[in-house]
């Protein structure tokens, strides 16, 4: 901020008053418009098509959802399985994203964009990869077969195993690239700092590299968790009926029974329910890190 | 002893662990390729014999080409136009210090936030509406709002790294602003928009569950693979999906070439 003689130019406000504007705001209005028209009408159609019953406002189609009987279990185990999604994700992948943020920046490009590659390709081709792998006569049954290890091939597919795994497979790029970027935002020198003090690598790394990345990963577990909830391709493919998601709970409200309604109320439930376990998440994170005293650590 | 361990597991563990995970991510995609030449009409693991068949009966199918003309469309108008419009906004966006910027940037995440059966259900709700159902431009719209706060992060990333000074200057050399864009600024990101516009291309030719809702007997790609994989899962979907990887990864690879190559010549 010292150096007096280039400020005047190039400082943030002081030729604000006098600069000729570069864009003006309309540039925002067409994407304003895409915006409300594709996307705030139609998840508005979907609140207003919940609350509609046989005859005006009614909170019919919410107690069908969230009444005692199949949507409910379905609601709960799409819960509990994109819970344990969010977990894993974060657990397998924090290793690699801490491996990422210690490489130099030169091969770490590099590796990043492998690991991110996965991201671009379709959905519907990663999943019918694990086909090729977990199928009855796929890699891993012919691997088994072929060392002796068992007689006849195992079913993987069509079990929560397989969902386990292939929903971990999907959202695991996301959940690195997350925690990667917060941890290439932590002063390396800290950690230098405690091995001069006498700290041990390990006590360095729990005491300030954890805390310090621990931000990061529960943004990456939320948004991990709030995709998995949406989820339809994968436990389609790869999962028993046991496995029905909501998401495949509305497609079928939709397309076989047409009940609209009910996969309305259905779609809102998923939404709330996201948002509420997101937000308790949160609250719990910053009570909880105000109480060891990392809280606005930067 | 604790240190070393620590120490150790730093050096040789962690690289091992990467590898693993790598593994996880690409093996099966890199599986699915050896399947599309097997000769077996069910998928069986190693594949047997050799044989091209697979893509012969894609490429002599008037529905799997129908499906991927029809995708090839729907992406090629989304991503111009969520081209377009992100790059409009970000040029407001980057504006730090904006309070429109301010207010915006998160309102745009939405579509990343909301899952995408949300919006496929409430896009189903609208185009039955306003009659829209299967129209191909429709689903081009929705897919360009999914591709946006991509565009817009990208770009406006782009344009906090170059900054405006020269376009400013350009200004003040009496240039306006439509030319100071064109001429000055544009050149400057071109990269950025060109890989935010191939993203955004490949953002909607593999989306599937949103087309799945609206798009009816007009079958897209991923439909005519879902349909596929659900009930006969033919060879033929190993080679389609052999064809996907393959140009996704040369696209990913070269777009990274051309931001990386313009930093580069920046730097």
């Keep these: 901020m010292s150096d007096g003689v280039a400020m005047p130019r190039d400082g943030k406000g002081a030729a604000r008053g006098r600069r000729a504007p570069l864009s003006s705001l309309w540039l925002l209005a067409p994407a ?58 974060i657990l397998v992948g924090y290793p690699a994203a801490y491996f990422l943020a210690s490489r130099p920046p030169r091969n770490r490009t590099l590796l990043l964009l492998l690991i991110l590659t996965p991201l671009w390709v379709s959905v519907l081709v990663r999943t019918f990869g694990w086909i090729v792998v977990l199928g009855r006569e796929g890699l891993v049954n012919s691997m088994l077969i072929g060392i002796g290890a068992v007689d006849g091939p195992l079913q993987m597919l069509y079990t929560r195993g397989a969902v386990y795994v292939a929903m971990v497979q999907v959202l695991l790029p996301v959940a690195i690239l997350v925690m990667f970027s917060t941890m290439t935002t932590i002063n390396r020198s800290l950690l230098m700092a405690s091995r001069i003090l006498g700290a041990s690598p390990w006590r360095g790394f729990v005491h300030i590299f954890l805390p310090l990345s621990a931000g990061g990963a529960v943004n990456a577990w939320m948004l991990t968790f709030v995709l998995a909830l949406g989820f339809f391709i994968t436990p389609a493919l790869v999962g028993g009926p046991k496995e029905t998601m909501i998401a495949n709970l509305i497609a079928t409200q939709i397309t076989l029974t047409l009940d609209w309604g009910l996969g309305s109320a259905l779609g809102m439930v998923l939404v709330v329910a996201g948002f509420a376990v997101v937000g308790a998440i949160a609250l719990l994170f910053r009570r909880v890190t105000g109480l060891s005293g990392h809280g606005g650590s930067r | 002893m604790k240190r070393s361990l620590w120490e150790k597991s730093g050096r040789y563990l962690l690289p091992v662990y990467f590898v ?11 599986l699915v390729i050896p399947m599309s030449i097997s000769e077996t009409r069910y998928l069986k693991f190693p594949p047997q014999g050799f044989t091209f068949r697979w893509y ?51 309102v745009f995440l939405g579509p990343q936030v909301v899952p995408v059966i949300i919006l496929a259900l409430g896009t189903l709700l609208v185009f039955s509406r306003f009659g829209l159902y299967g129209s191909l431009w429709g ?7 999914l591709a946006l706060p991509f565009v817009t992060t990208t770009v406006s990333g782009a344009l906090r790294q170059t900054g405006d000074t020269l376009a400013r200057a350009a200004r003040v050399l009496g240039a306006r602003p439509h030319e100071a864009f064109w001429h000055v600024t544009l050149p400057t990101i071109r990269p950025a928009v060109i890989s935010a516009g191939v993203f955004a291309f490949f953002i909607s030719f593999d989306e599937l569950v949103i087309a799945l809702f609206v798009m009816g007997q007009n079958e897209t790609l991923p439909m005519r693979i879902w349909a596929d994989m659900r009930h006969d899962l033919t060879p033929v979907v190993a080679a389609v999906a052999t064809l996907l990887i393959v140009v996704t990864f040369a696209a990913v690879f070269m777009s990274d070439l051309i931001q990386r190559r313009a930093q580069r010549r920046a730097g």
């Design chain 1, 32 to 89: 304003a418009v895409l915006f409300l028209f594709v996307f705030i009408l139609p998840v508005g159609e979907v609140a207003l098509w919940s609350v509609q019953g046989e005859a005006g406002l009614s909170a019919e189609n919410y107690e069908a959802a969230l009444g005692a009987g199949p949507y409910r279990t379905i609601l709960f185990g799409t819960l509990q399985l994109s819970f344990g999604v969010a977990c894993a994700c």
């Design chain 2, 20 to 30: 693993g995970v790598l593994l996880y991510l690409l093996l099966p995609l890199l």
């Design chain 2, 56 to 106: 012969q009966e894609f490429f002599a199918s008037a529905g799997w080409i129908d499906a991927t003309l029809r995708s090839l469309l729907i992406a090629a108008a989304s991503a111009a136009l969520a081209t377009a419009i992100g790059t409009a906004a970000a040029l407001v966006l980057s504006r730090e210090g904006s309070k429109a910027a301010r207010a915006a940037g998160p």
């Design chain 2, 139 to 145: 689903v081009a719209l929705v897919h360009a709002v």
